[in-house]
């Protein structure tokens, strides 16, 4: 089992920055990718940001340039800086683990951090 806990949410103004942290816990034997998934209301789930077990990254085209995903492997955190927010940043921010099992997955999920980002 892998317990994720988020944190770091809040209200900013457009323009402002903000670092979500996701503490990680438990067994994250052969996960091999990290990420962060966003949900605005009314809106599906969507990827914002991921790291792979190798540090390659993968971001949206819409958080490219403004959002950085890291890992500090040594405290178990998982992190992403926020740069230049927009009101369109605006969602529950959730971290995710993935571990791979044979042919499938299986997902891990925090509980989510509310970001606000005001015009």
């Known amino acids: 089992q892998v317990q994720l806990v988020e944190s770091g949410g809040g209200l900013v103004q457009a323009g402002g920055s903000l670092r979500l942290s996701c503490t990680t816990s438990?067994?994250?034997?052969?996960?091999?990718?990290w990420a962060w998934y966003r949900q605005a209301p009314g809106k599906q789930r969507e990827l914002a940001a991921m790291?792979?077990?190798?540090?390659?990254?993968n971001y949206a085209d819409s958080v490219k340039g403004r959002f950085t995903i890291s890992r500090d492997n040594a405290k178990n955190i998982l992190y992403l800086q926020m740069n230049s927010l927009k009101p369109e940043d605006t969602a529950v921010y959730y971290c995710?683990?993935?571990?791979?099992?044979?042919?499938?997955?299986?997902?891990?999920w925090g509980q989510g951090t509310q970001v606000t980002v005001s015009s």
């Open positions: 438990g067994s994250d034997f052969r996960i091999n990718a």
């Open positions: 995710n683990a993935r571990r791979p099992i044979f042919n499938t997955f299986r997902d891990y």
């Open positions: 790291i792979s077990s190798d540090s390659s990254t």
